[in-house]
């Protein structure tokens, strides 16, 4: 199972903003490794969407962003849009498990 | 640009063996290191397994060592899997991923389309 916990789903209405939890501990998140965003529309694969924590990759739109604290980290979408109807996944490194580790993933609705 | 097409997915009995591969190019396959990462159905993304950019280096997740073995053929700018003893459980699509180095903690940059390993009698 997973060390990286997300809510399961989160929703919203067009324009609004979003927040999506993921909670670590101290080998993985709290122990100083950075994490990192993906996201994937059903039927395709993932594609980063925040590294290090923060960092948006080229074309990546501003209305994504990330944020680190302690043992846990956020991904907020602010103005959501329709397509960004999709599950999103956080990312790092578990010293523990010697594990590249993911989040439980969240699934995304646009009301 | 960027690409990673996986192939070798299929169909396969429960403790037989298959190999998946991936071809890479648009960038440097040689100098980067390369990961797969699987998802089976209706379920979230799973770490396989890592090789360094020469192949000196391999890591695997819990329930895939000594079962799976990846490697890398850089005059082929090819990426491997090697699956034996398969499992019902190993049914997934799997996906050929390209590593990006980040100090604290490196991250996934690019991913191939996936290739979907079925084991079943």
């Known amino acids: 199972q997973s060390v990286l916990t997300q809510p399961p789903s989160v929703s919203g209405a067009p324009g609004q903003t979003v927040t999506i939890s993921c909670i670590g501990s101290?080998?993985?998140?709290?122990?100083?490794?950075?994490v990192h965003w993906y996201q994937q529309v059903p039927g395709t694969a993932p594609k980063l969407l925040i590294y290090?924590?923060?960092n948006r990759p080229s074309g990546v739109p501003g209305r994504f962003s990330g944020s680190k604290s302690g043992t846990s980290s956020s991904l907020a979408i602010i103005g959501l849009q329709v397509k960004d109807e999709a599950d999103y996944y956080c990312q790092s490194y578990d010293s523990s498990l010697s594990d590249y580790v993911f989040g439980t993933g969240t699934k995304v609705t646009v009301l | 640009q960027v690409q990673l097409v996986e192939s070798g997915g299929g169909v396969v009995q429960p403790g037989r063996s298959l190999r998946l591969s991936c071809a890479a190019s648009?960038?440097?396959?040689?100098?980067?290191?390369m990961h797969w990462v699987r998802q089976a159905p209706g379920k979230g993304l799973e770490w396989v397994a890592v090789i360094s950019y020469d192949g000196s280096n391999k890591y695997y997740g819990e329930s895939m060592k000594g079962r799976f073995t990846i490697s890398r053929d850089n005059s082929k700018n090819t990426l491997y899997l090697q699956m034996n003893s398969l499992r019902a459980e190993d049914t997934a699509v799997y996906f050929c991923?390209?590593?990006?180095?980040?100090?604290?903690?490196?991250?996934?940059?690019?991913w191939g389309q996936g290739s979907l390993v079925t084991v079943s009698s």
């Open positions: 648009g960038f440097t396959f040689s100098s980067n290191g």
């Open positions: 991923v390209k590593d990006h180095y980040h100090g604290p903690g490196n991250y996934f940059d690019y």
């Open positions: 290090g924590n923060n």
């Open positions: 101290s080998s993985n998140i709290g122990a100083g490794y950075d």
